[in-house]
């Protein structure tokens, strides 16, 4: 009995551990996309056009991969993806940024 509560408290604690990692890759992941994409969407405000698509060496400042860099008029459309080397898995996340009025806002979101 004692041995089954060991092995059960085990198995609790790695799906934990599991969530936890998980959690904190996509948060990098969604971190970076954010950051990414307003830094590109400045360069776009600034006039540098397609070119303000940033290279992967902006993506390494936080610990994630540039996947894509899409420029659509006044808006920059970024996608990452984050490593959760425990796992060999990755995560992806994405971001749109622009002028205010150029990125249309769910309903009932305040401007």
Do not use: H, N
């Not at 609790?12 to 971190?31: P, Y």
């Not at 006044?74 to 425990?86: F, G, N, Y």
Request: proline share 4%; aromatic share 2%.
């Amino acid at each position: 009995m004692a041995a089954m509560a060991v092995c059960l408290l085990a198995a609790l604690l790695v799906g934990v551990f599991v969530l936890i990692k998980g959690a904190s890759a996509m948060q990098r992941g969604q971190t970076a996309a954010d950051m990414i994409a307003l830094r590109t969407a400045q360069r776009l405000a600034d006039g540098s056009g397609q070119d303000a698509c940033p290279g992967q060496a902006e993506a390494d400042r936080y610990g994630a991969e540039l996947e894509s860099c899409r420029i659509d008029g006044d808006e920059a459309r970024i996608q990452v993806s984050v490593l959760v080397p425990e796992f060999g898995l990755r995560v992806r996340a994405s971001a749109v940024a622009g002028p205010a009025d150029a990125v249309p806002l769910e309903e009932g979101s305040a401007r």
